[in-house]
């Protein structure tokens, strides 16, 4: 059967056909995550459970650092002042199942904004079509970018935080996988979606609802916003913020430079058409 025209189809029609494209990048993920599932040594070993070890390449060049500096540092230790524990029958089950969906998740992202792009491009004029295929090149890269910064910075920073934190001698750190497993995953994702910011201010200022202008005049409303976000997702001490403030700060300055771009297109479009 013949695919409609995009003009000729109604409101069901396209919600049958976000159902599909719903449908494959859901498949898509599981097919990453059975993947994920059956490496889950190189997963668990090497991946999630690497920042728990001194051997972690953050640690060691920020105890180079350090030294070099000559300051003393918990990043220089021997070994983290805690244990990983599992309190619940279905705890290491049910932490194997949900990370290797999360690992399909992020192993799949290009797949599914292939599939986000596949639905909104035929309501793209031909012109728009060719010069936005680059998206889902620049939208998986800054993801990625984002995942990676997440993972080398702010997860060994607000591990070596908390896990050498302490109020007292008398307490132990008896940390459950559930909580490690959820620092290490917010902290990446949270950090990925946070990189994309370039990408949603490109189609905020394409429909209208974001300027230049805007962006500049809200400049220091956004660096408080910047600060409070890094707050959440990193421990509270203030070199660590600002390790994660600097670029998404930067990245804001080129969501500007973006908007200013597709404004100027838009205004060009404009004259050709008058």
């Known amino acids: 059967m013949a695919k409609k025209n995009v003009n000729d189809m109604s409101f069901l029609d396209h919600l049958e056909d976000l159902r599909w494209h719903l449908i494959r990048a859901?498949?898509?993920?599981?097919?990453?995550?059975?993947?994920?599932f059956i490496f889950s040594d190189f997963i668990f070993?090497?991946?999630?459970?690497?920042?728990?070890?001194?051997?972690?390449?953050?640690?060691?060049?920020?105890?180079?650092?350090?030294?070099y500096i000559g300051i003393d540092t918990t990043f220089c230790l021997d070994e983290f002042p805690f244990r990983i524990q599992n309190r619940t029958m279905a705890g290491q089950f049910s932490a194997h199942i949900w990370t290797s969906i999360y690992a399909g998740l992020v192993i799949a992202f290009p797949y599914i904004i292939y599939q986000f792009w596949k639905f909104l491009s035929p309501g793209l004029h031909e012109n728009e079509r060719k010069h936005s295929k680059g998206f889902i090149i620049i939208s998986s890269f800054l993801f990625f970018l984002g995942v990676l910064f997440g993972y080398y910075i702010v997860t060994?920073?607000?591990?070596?935080f908390l896990g050498t934190y302490s109020v007292s001698s008398e307490i132990s750190n008896e940390i459950d996988i559930s909580s490690y497993i959820s620092l290490v995953r917010s902290s990446a994702l949270a950090s990925g979606l946070i990189f994309e910011l370039p990408i949603i201010i490109y189609f905020l200022t394409k429909i209208g609802l974001v300027t230049p202008h805007i962006l500049k005049k809200y400049r220091k409303f956004a660096?408080?916003?910047?600060?409070?976000?890094?707050?959440i997702i990193t421990p509270p001490d203030v070199a660590s913020q600002i390790i994660v403030a600097i670029p998404i700060l930067v990245l804001y300055q080129v969501s500007i430079y973006i908007s200013k771009i597709v404004v100027k297109n838009q205004l060009k479009k404009e004259k050709k058409h008058v």
């Open 26 to 36: 859901t498949i898509a993920v599981l097919v990453c995550g059975a993947g994920a």
């Open 45 to 67: 070993d090497t991946i999630i459970f690497g920042p728990k070890k001194m051997s972690f390449p953050t640690y060691r060049w920020l105890c180079s650092m350090s030294q």
């Open 156 to 160: 060994p920073l607000s591990i070596n």
């Open 223 to 231: 660096l408080v916003i910047v600060l409070v976000v890094s707050a």
